[in-house]
Structure formats: structure tokens, C-alpha cells
């Protein structure tokens, strides 16, 4: 009977999408990363570096793409396409509304990889706090911001 319950809890979570496992860290190299001041930054540091690029799309197939797509391609719902987020602050003119604009994403983005998304209680996306260090989670916003839209 206990096995029973088990397994349809287990089942009743599969079919919730909840994401039982805690996350593990991607191995990436980030010796080619230029330094970045510790802590995190109000606006991304990486933002158009290659090298963050290289990192970031190594971080995202390891540790993002199961739910978001290979190369964050957007073709995996019901993850959100994540190329889009703060796109539309490159057409801004004006540098220092173009720049609160990208902080503004920069902020969102962020917060949504160290504390993850939850509602009901169930795990969509699980916290990265402690598992990724900033110059990953930067450069993983470098690279979705720079993935072909095709
Ligand atoms: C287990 C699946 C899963 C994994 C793994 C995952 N995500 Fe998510 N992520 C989601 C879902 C589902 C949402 C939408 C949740 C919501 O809106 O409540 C989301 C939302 C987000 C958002 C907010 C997007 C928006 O427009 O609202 C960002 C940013 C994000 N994820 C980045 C990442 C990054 C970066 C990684 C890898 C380090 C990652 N996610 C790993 C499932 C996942």
C-alpha cells in the first residue's frame, strides 16, 4: 500500500512537470571570462562578450535547455522563449533609458535563476542560489540574448 501511494505520487508529480531533483551545477570553464566585481551587479557586466556567449551556451544546454530548448530555440513549452526578454532595449536610442531598460530585464532574468519559479507549492523551475555563481548566470544572459532568432 505504501508503494502504491509512492508511486502515485511519484506519478502525479511526473504529470505536473514538477522537477523533484535539485540542480546541478553545468560543468563550464570560465577561466576565458574577463573578471567581473563579486556579487551582482545591477546591470549584466558580460553583456556582448564572446567568451560569455561560449560559456553561457555550454551552461544553458547542460543545465536549462531540458525545459527551455536546445540553444534556448524556444521549441520546448511551456518554458517561456527566453530571446525575447529585454530584446526590444536594443532599439532604444537613448543610452541611459536603453540602459535602465536591459537593468530592468537584467534584474528579472536574475531573480527568476536564484529563486526559481514556484506556484501551488509545485516546482516549475527550480532556485539556482548557491549552485550557479554570477559570471554563469551572466553569461547565460549574455548568450540568450544573443541566440538567433531565426
Ligand atoms: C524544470 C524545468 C526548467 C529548468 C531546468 C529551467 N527552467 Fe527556467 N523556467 C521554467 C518554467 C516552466 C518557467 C515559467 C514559470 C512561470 O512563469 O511561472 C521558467 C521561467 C524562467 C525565466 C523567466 C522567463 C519569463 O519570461 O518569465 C527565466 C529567466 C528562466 N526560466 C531561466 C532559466 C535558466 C537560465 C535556466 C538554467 C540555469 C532555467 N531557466 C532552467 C522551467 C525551467
Same mark, same amino acid.
Given at each position: 500500500?505504501?508503494?502504491?501511494? %509512492?508511486?502515485?505520487?511519484?506519478?502525479?508529480?511526473? =504529470?505536473? &512537470? #514538477?522537477?523533484?531533483? !535539485? /540542480?546541478?551545477?553545468?560543468?563550464?570553464?570560465?577561466?576565458?571570462?574577463?573578471?567581473?566585481?563579486?556579487?551582482?551587479?545591477?546591470?549584466?557586466?558580460?553583456?556582448?562578450?564572446?567568451?560569455?556567449?561560449?560559456?553561457?551556451?555550454?551552461?544553458?544546454?547542460? %543545465?536549462?535547455?531540458?525545459?527551455?530548448?536546445?540553444? =534556448?530555440? &524556444? #521549441?520546448?513549452?511551456? !518554458? /517561456?522563449?527566453?530571446?525575447?526578454?529585454?530584446?526590444?532595449?536594443?532599439?532604444?536610442?537613448?543610452?541611459?533609458?536603453?540602459?535602465?531598460?536591459?537593468?530592468?530585464?537584467?534584474?528579472?532574468?536574475?531573480?527568476?535563476?536564484?529563486?526559481?519559479?514556484?506556484?501551488?507549492?509545485?516546482?516549475?523551475?527550480?532556485?539556482?542560489?548557491?549552485?550557479?555563481?554570477?559570471?554563469?548566470?551572466?553569461?547565460?544572459?549574455?548568450?540568450?540574448?544573443?541566440?538567433?532568432?531565426?
Amino acid at each position: 500500500m505504501k508503494t502504491l501511494h %509512492a508511486l502515485f505520487l511519484g506519478l502525479a508529480m511526473l =504529470a505536473t &512537470g #514538477a522537477w523533484a531533483d !535539485a /540542480p546541478v551545477a553545468p560543468k563550464v570553464d570560465t577561466g576565458p571570462l574577463p573578471a567581473i566585481a563579486g556579487g551582482w551587479a545591477d546591470i549584466n557586466p558580460l553583456r556582448g562578450n564572446a567568451a560569455a556567449i561560449q560559456v553561457g551556451r555550454e551552461a544553458f544546454n547542460q %543545465a536549462c535547455a531540458a525545459c527551455h530548448g536546445a540553444d =534556448a530555440n &524556444g #521549441a520546448r513549452s511551456p !518554458a /517561456p522563449d527566453l530571446r525575447r526578454m529585454g530584446r526590444s532595449c536594443q532599439r532604444v536610442q537613448d543610452e541611459a533609458l536603453r540602459q535602465r531598460c536591459q537593468s530592468d530585464a537584467d534584474h528579472f532574468f536574475v531573480k527568476s535563476v536564484r529563486y526559481g519559479k514556484q506556484k501551488f507549492g509545485i516546482v516549475h523551475m527550480p532556485p539556482w542560489e548557491g549552485v550557479l555563481e554570477p559570471s554563469v548566470v551572466w553569461s547565460l544572459r549574455t548568450f540568450v540574448e544573443n541566440a538567433p532568432m531565426q
